[in-house]
């Protein structure tokens, strides 16, 4: 039972580069969302999704673009990445309701 | 718009003292209420959940939180605090209906001393 599974775990990037976090579900949840955590600032929603084929903002969606073509995955773009996007990323789940909500373990990405 | 308040940065409190993690919300109608726990590099872990009913809940761990609505509140609470406790802690609002998206507070630091 893998639950929520964020890849990658770690990622160093130049300013400018782009890449796509991967967000997979294997609890067949209809929601799914991403946040970033910085020091001080708790966690802010980026983008979230309440069922395949749709997105939306968050409280911080500038700079990221995402996708859900398929119910289990959830992407997360930088289309061309910023030292102020370095942070921790989380991706969770949920059925709906909060009633099982799950997060992934964290992507801990650093743009110089 | 929702938003979520935990007024403390930081709390250091003595092994085996008692605990209170405050949390204020701002939200239209009665929201959802989460308290979660993060160690140190790991992710989130739920620690108990408020939908409705009993306004004091039970969660694991042996916390436990109280929602005061005329307050906006949802403070956690531990009686005897042990030193595997020392995390940082954050408080949630989810919405009801619709999206069912969380807003997360800034988070409290929680040192215990030996």
């Known amino acids: 039972n893998a639950g929520v599974t964020q890849t990658p775990k770690f990622r160093v990037l130049k300013t400018g580069q782009s890449m796509t976090l991967l967000c997979a579900q294997d609890m067949n949840h209809e929601y799914m969302y991403w946040y970033r955590q910085d020091p001080g600032m708790g966690l802010r929603l980026i983008h979230y999704?309440?069922?395949?084929?749709?997105?939306a903002k968050g409280e911080v969606p500038d700079g990221y673009n995402v996708s859900r073509l398929k119910k289990q995955n959830f992407l997360l773009g930088l289309e061309s990445a910023a030292p102020s996007q370095t942070s921790v990323y989380f991706c969770?789940?949920?059925?709906?309701?909060?009633?099982?909500?799950?997060f992934g373990s964290g992507t801990r990405l650093t743009v110089v | 718009a929702q938003s979520v308040t935990q007024p403390d940065i930081h709390i250091t409190v003595s092994e085996g003292a008692s605990l209170e993690l405050r949390c204020n919300y701002s939200y239209g109608a009665t929201p959802y209420l989460f308290w979660y726990v993060q160690s140190p590099g790991q992710g989130l872990q739920l620690l108990l959940k408020y939908f409705s009913g009993d306004t004091l809940v039970q969660g694991i761990k042996g916390f436990e939180a109280e929602f005061k609505r005329s307050q906006s509140s949802f403070n956690l609470r531990k009686p005897s605090v042990h030193w595997s406790d020392a995390a940082e802690y954050f408080c949630?609002?989810?919405?009801?209906?619709?999206?069912?998206?969380?807003?997360f507070g800034t988070g409290t630091r929680l040192k215990v001393l030996a």
């Open positions: 949630a609002v989810g919405e009801p209906i619709g999206t069912y998206k969380y807003i």
């Open positions: 999704s309440v069922g395949e084929g749709t997105t």
């Open positions: 969770a789940s949920s059925s709906g309701q909060g009633r099982l909500s799950a």
